[in-house]
T-cell receptor, first 112, second 113 residues
Framework: GESVGLHLPTLSVQEGDNSIINCAYS??????FIWYKQESGKGPQFIID?????DKRQGQRVTVLLNKTVKHLSLQIAATQPGDSAVYFC???????????FGSGTRLLVRP | DAGVIQSPRHEVTEMGQEVTLRCKPI?????LFWYRQTMMRGLELLIY????????DSGMPEDRFSAKMPNASFSTLKIQPSEPRDSAVYFC???????????FGDGTRLSIL
């Protein structure tokens, strides 16, 4: 079945630097990808999504890159701020249903 | 805008008791999802509804779990009888039709003693 993996459970960055969080998926038929941010005691918060007909999408300070050849997804956060500290999840929709398969999450720590 | 609203935020109860978790989706959303989050298994989809009809309940762990959606603005997830291994954070999410982001509530932290 579909699986989603993250490369690093924890990422520590200096405030002001750029952050890159990576995600790999197994199903080449996956057509929708989404990133969430989860702060302690809260639910996952939608950040940005991308469909399989695109390879890059930008939001405010965030960029998602999709490489379908190697089945890899990344989230880039520009000028990382203390408020960006959280757990980041990628999720993939891989079939005709509306089910999302979530990765295990990367904890982003921002050093002052 | 009001987001997805879940209640209660915390529930502590003894093994064997019935537990009812509640969810109000975002107005106008026609998909509703129930997830469970644990350290061991991460975020797992339990069941989802479209237009109040259950579409896929393959993630429901066993017959002790049931979910209903009597109308477009309310859903419940029941566990009867509850067991300590049901302890987790339960999230409800909703989305518009089509391939759209799911928006999550802040969850119910359930502890079964």
């Amino acid at each position: 079945g579909e699986s989603v993996g993250l490369h690093l459970p924890t990422l520590s960055v200096q405030e002001g630097d750029n952050s890159i969080i990576n995600c790999a998926y197994s199903n080449s038929a996956s057509d929708y990808f989404i990133w969430y941010k989860q702060e302690s005691g809260k639910g996952p918060q939608f950040i940005i999504d991308i469909r399989s007909n695109m390879d890059k999408r930008q939001g405010q300070r965030v960029t998602v890159l999709l490489n379908k050849t190697v089945k890899h997804l990344s989230l880039q956060i520009a000028a990382t701020q203390p408020g960006d500290s959280a757990v980041y999840f990628c999720a993939v929709k891989g079939d005709s249903s509306y089910k999302l398969i979530f990765g295990s999450g990367t904890r982003l720590l921002v050093r002052p | 805008d009001a987001g997805v609203i879940q209640s209660p935020r915390h529930e502590v109860t003894e093994m064997g008791q019935e537990v009812t978790l509640r969810c109000k989706p975002i107005s106008g959303h026609d998909y509703l999802f129930w997830y469970r989050q644990t350290m061991m298994r991460g975020l797992e989809l339990l069941i989802y509804f479209n237009n109040n009809v259950p579409i896929d309940d393959s993630g429901m762990p066993e017959d002790r779990f049931s979910a209903k959606m009597p109308n477009a603005s309310f859903s419940t997830l029941k566990i009867q009888p509850s067991e300590p291994r049901d302890s987790a954070v339960y999230f409800c999410a909703s989305s518009l039709a089509g391939i759209q982001p799911q928006h999550f509530g802040d969850g119910t932290r359930l502890s079964i003693l």
